[in-house]
């Protein structure tokens, strides 16, 4: 059984960076892509970054592109998502999923197992 925990959310400011991590158990895990999800309050939940199973491939989206880096550590089962200069509605709670696959999809569907989130809020 594959069991993901989100850690690092918080509380803080605009302009202020902040890394969250999550901590994967189960075999395989270098086998599968992984991403970092986030909803937020009366919004669907949306795919914001992803990285390959080999971390050799990177996609983020439009909203973060350029202030988000995700990154793995296989040897250790681990994905982070180191956050710089956020915004306000950067604030939501940020999920952590494995993909069915090596390769990054964009969409919920293509991912199997999910964490419980962290929340991140950003204030003004």
């Known amino acids: 059984q594959v069991q993901l925990v989100e850690s690092g959310g918080g509380l803080v400011q605009a302009g202020d960076s902040l890394k969250v991590s999550c901590a994967a158990s189960?075999?395989?895990?270098?086998?599968?892509?992984m991403a970092w999800f986030r909803q937020a309050p009366g919004k669907e939940r949306e795919f914001a970054a992803g990285i390959s199973a080999s971390g050799g491939r990177t996609y983020y989206a439009d909203s973060v592109k350029g202030r988000f880096t995700i990154s793995r550590d296989n040897a250790k089962n681990m994905v982070y998502l180191q956050m710089n200069s956020l915004k306000p509605e950067d604030t939501a709670v940020y999920y952590c999923?494995?993909?069915?696959?090596?390769?990054?999809?964009?969409?919920?569907?293509?991912?199997?197992?999910w964490g419980q989130g962290t929340q991140v809020t950003v204030s003004s």
């Open positions: 189960g075999r395989i895990f270098s086998s599968y892509s």
């Open positions: 999923a494995r993909g069915r696959a090596r390769t990054v999809a964009g969409s919920l569907s293509e991912y199997e197992y």
